[in-house]
């Protein structure tokens, strides 16, 4: 199996068992997001325990490009500091803007992700691939701005 191959398997796998997807509570944040472009659409939900990602879920609609995405962004992102998961989501868009041209770094640090590599070569997926990761950081800056990253654990978000 060619490295591509195994890309593709793992971008399905990841869409027919999305991991993290249900939205669940507590919760510090919700947004939905669109890509205007296709029509995927995502609402996401954010907990922060203090500088730490506790957790991330969401229900996605859409291709399998963006669900598998949200999948692999929650299984990264969730037990990291929200600088860390912030930094995996610049390396992430780094990597969709990249054309295909696959970094040695970005192997190691965003592990099933690369698999996207492929979606990289065609700028009309590459909006599918970043929404979910956009969703996260929009839910965590406002979590972390609205003061609710610590107030909500193990308590459920009234609203």
């Not at 859409?62 to 037990?79: E, H, P, R, T």
């Not at 990597?95 to 040695?104: A, F, N, W, Y």
Request: with cysteine.
């Amino acid at each position: 199996m060619n490295a591509e191959d195994l890309y593709q398997e793992i971008i399905l796998d990841h869409y027919r068992a999305k991991h993290h997807s249900g939205l669940r509570e507590p919760y510090a944040c919700q947004v939905s997001h669109v890509n205007p472009t296709c029509g995927d659409e995502i609402e996401l939900r954010v907990n922060l325990d203090g500088g730490v990602v506790a957790d991330v879920s969401y229900l996605a609609r859409g291709c399998s490009i963006s669900q598998a995405s949200a999948s692999v962004m929650s299984d990264l992102v969730i037990g990291k500091t929200v600088e860390a998961a912030f930094g995996l989501s610049d390396e992430f868009t780094e990597l969709m803007h990249s054309r295909g041209d696959l970094q040695p770094q970005w192997e190691d640090e965003l592990e099933d992700a690369v698999a996207f590599i492929g979606v990289a070569k065609f700028p009309a997926r590459v909006k599918c691939a970043l929404l979910g990761w956009s969703a996260f950081k929009d839910a965590a800056l406002q979590a972390l701005e609205s003061g609710t990253a610590t107030a909500t654990k193990g308590v459920p978000h009234a609203g």
